[in-house]
């Protein structure tokens, strides 16, 4: 979690819960390792990495080094980063095939939606929307397993 507030938050539940096995980390996932700057904003959903000077300088990971400190596998991985979409996962599609499941926000004023689909296109064998959303940004959920529910097939990208 990028923002210090709810990175704080975040923190809090994790120590509130001992029994989960959570570990909070500070920091953004981005296309390269080092240092990002992050706009915090009132609403969250506005709040992101920017190129601008932001308000506050935060840690970046890539999804590989991500990966690597979470053993080099996830059964499970959400990613809702604002727009960043195409940035970390465009750089991580060997990195991908090590994620069982992945659920995706994309943001298509932010990124290039068509470019975020050809990439967990061409590391998931399958692609399921997630319907009945109050909002208009894709929720996708990119499996490399059969999904044992009913959700409708993305096609035609």
């Not at 499970?76 to 750089?91: N, P, Q, R």
């Not at 499941?101 to 932010?110: A, G, K, S, Y």
């Not at 929307?129 to 097939?153: E, V």
Request: proline residues 6%.
């Amino acid at each position: 979690e990028p923002s210090s507030a709810s990175h704080r938050l975040l923190a809090a539940n994790a120590r509130a819960n001992p029994n989960c096995a959570w570990r909070t980390h500070h920091g953004a996932a981005w296309s390269q390792d080092g240092t990002i700057a992050f706009s915090n904003a009132a609403l969250s959903t506005a709040s992101r990495v920017t190129t601008e000077p932001g308000d506050e300088r935060v840690p970046a990971w890539t999804l590989a080094r991500l990966l690597a400190q979470a053993g080099g596998r996830a059964d499970l991985v959400k990613i809702d980063i604002e727009g960043a979409e195409e940035a970390v996962l465009g750089g991580g599609q060997g990195e991908l095939a090590q994620i069982g499941t992945l659920v995706v926000e994309i943001h298509p004023d932010r990124c290039r939606e068509l470019a975020v689909m050809g990439i967990l296109r061409d590391a998931f064998p399958r692609l399921y929307a997630i319907p009945g959303r109050k909002s208009l940004k894709p929720l996708i959920l990119a499996t490399q397993h059969d999904a044992p529910w009913c959700l409708p097939t993305v096609s035609g990208v």
